[in-house]
Nanobody, 122 residues
Framework: QVQLVESGGGLVQVGGSLRLSCAASGLIFSNYNMGWFRQAPGKEREFVTS????????NYADSVKGRSTISRDNARNTVFLQMNSLKPEDTAVYYC???????????????WGQGTQVTVSS
């Protein structure tokens, strides 16, 4: 079965950095666009960033643009999220997601991880 396993979350101070990883198994990783989403307490899950199957194109939410970088290693079936200059409002559970590259924009993501907690303390 498909598994997406996030890691790298934790407690960090304002202005600090974290690198999240998501290891995928049970799917042909290079056939999937990958994304990161987050959900803060009491809020709906929101899009953070995504990367196409080849890594050739990325997209970022305005809230993280310029502070975050998504990348992927298709040889290792892993996608990364480097987050810098972290703010308290970045505190959330971060989820990794996969969507087949042929699926039209706007369609639901196919698979989700269990999430990793990121807490930014002031």
């Amino acid at each position: 079965q498909v598994q997406l396993v996030e890691s790298g979350g934790g407690l960090v101070q304002v202005g600090g950095s974290l690198r999240l990883s998501c290891a995928a198994s049970g799917l042909i990783f290079s056939n999937y666009n990958m994304g990161w989403f987050r959900q803060a307490p009491g809020k709906e899950r929101e899009f953070v960033t995504s990367i196409t199957w080849s890594g050739g194109s990325t997209n970022y939410a305005d809230s993280v643009k310029g502070r975050s970088t998504i990348s992927r290693d298709n040889a290792r079936n892993t996608v990364f999220l480097q987050m810098n200059s972290l703010k308290p409002e970045d505190t959330a559970v971060y989820y990794c997601a996969a969507k087949h590259f042929a699926k039209p924009t706007g369609q639901p993501w196919d698979y989700w991880g269990q999430g990793t907690q990121v807490t930014v303390s002031s």
